[in-house]
T-cell receptor, first 111, second 112 residues
Framework: GESVGLHLPTLSVQEGDNSIINCAYS??????FIWYKQESGKGPQFIID?????DKRQGQRVTVLLNKTVKHLSLQIAATQPGDSAVYFC??????????FGKGTRLSVIA | DGGITQSPKYLFRKEGQNVTLSCEQN?????MYWYRQDPGQGLRLIYY???????QKGDIAEGYSVSREKKESFPLTVTSAQKNPTAFYLC???????????FGSGTRLTVV
C-alpha cells in the first residue's frame, strides 16, 4: 500500500490496552476539531469530533478531550484492537474555512 | 451507493507532462477539496471550491490547477510547473453548513 507516513511519530500498544494519541493544534480561534483514521492506501475516515464549547466527547470506544488553554487535543481509544492500527490525524477549523490537518501519529497494536 | 470516487488509483507521469486527476461525488455536496499527502507532513490543502464555478487556492496551489464546472466534479491538473509532484492526492467533499468531510480513496501519482 501507499506510504502515508514513513516518518510519523509512532505509538505502540498491546492489544487490549488503552491508547492515547495527542495533538497540538495551531489556531486559538479554531472552533471545531476532528479526529480521522487512515489505513494504508485509503482515504481518511471520520472517528469523532468536538466543538470548542465542549471539553470532552465520547463515542463508541473513543473519547476526545479538548484543552483550549494549551491548545491540546487528545484521542483515547479503549481496549485497543488490531483493527485500530492506522495513522491518526487531528484537524481543526474555524467557521467555514477548510480543515487544517496535523502531521499524524501511527498507532501500532501488538497482538 | 453514494460516495466520492477518485480515479485512477495509481498514475505514472513523465517529467514535463501535465496530468489530470479525477474526483466525482454523488452525495450532492456543495464544497470539494484537494489535499496532498507526503510522508511525515500530513495533509496539505491545494485548492477548494465551495460552489460551482468558483474555487480558491489553498496553501500549496503553485503548479496545480482546478475547475468546477459541475457540482459533482472537481478535477485537479498537476502541471509541469509543479516541482515535486510525486505524492498521494486526496479529494474530499462536504455539504455547506456541515462540518464533516467525506474523503475519496486517493490517487497515488508517481513521476518517472
Amino acid at each position: 500500500g501507499e506510504s502515508v507516513g514513513l516518518h510519523l511519530p509512532t505509538l505502540s500498544v498491546q492489544e487490549g490496552d488503552n491508547s492515547i494519541i495527542n495533538c497540538a493544534y495551531s489556531n486559538s480561534a479554531s472552533d471545531y476539531f476532528i479526529w480521522y483514521k487512515q489505513e494504508s492506501g485509503k482515504g481518511p475516515q471520520f472517528i469523532i469530533d468536538i466543538r470548542s464549547n465542549m471539553d470532552k466527547r465520547q463515542g463508541q470506544r473513543v473519547t476526545v478531550l479538548l484543552n483550549k488553554t494549551v491548545k491540546h487535543l487528545s484521542l483515547q481509544i479503549a481496549a485497543t484492537q488490531p483493527g485500530d492500527s492506522a495513522v491518526y490525524f487531528c484537524a481543526e477549523t474555524r467557521g467555514n474555512t477548510p480543515l487544517v490537518f496535523g502531521k499524524g501519529t501511527r498507532l501500532s497494536v501488538i497482538a | 451507493d453514494g460516495g466520492i470516487t477518485q480515479s485512477p488509483k495509481y498514475l505514472f507521469r513523465k517529467e514535463g507532462q501535465n496530468v489530470t486527476l479525477s474526483c466525482e461525488q454523488n452525495l450532492n455536496h456543495d464544497a470539494m477539496y484537494w489535499y496532498r499527502q507526503d510522508p511525515g507532513q500530513g495533509l496539505r490543502l491545494i485548492y477548494y471550491s465551495q460552489i460551482v464555478n468558483d474555487f480558491q487556492k489553498g496553501d500549496i496551489a503553485e503548479g496545480y490547477s482546478v475547475s468546477r464546472e459541475k457540482k459533482e466534479s472537481f478535477p485537479l491538473t498537476v502541471t509541469s510547473a509543479q516541482k515535486n509532484p510525486t505524492a498521494f492526492y486526496l479529494c474530499a467533499s462536504k455539504i455547506q453548513g456541515s462540518d464533516g468531510y467525506t474523503f475519496g480513496s486517493g490517487t497515488r501519482l508517481t513521476v518517472v
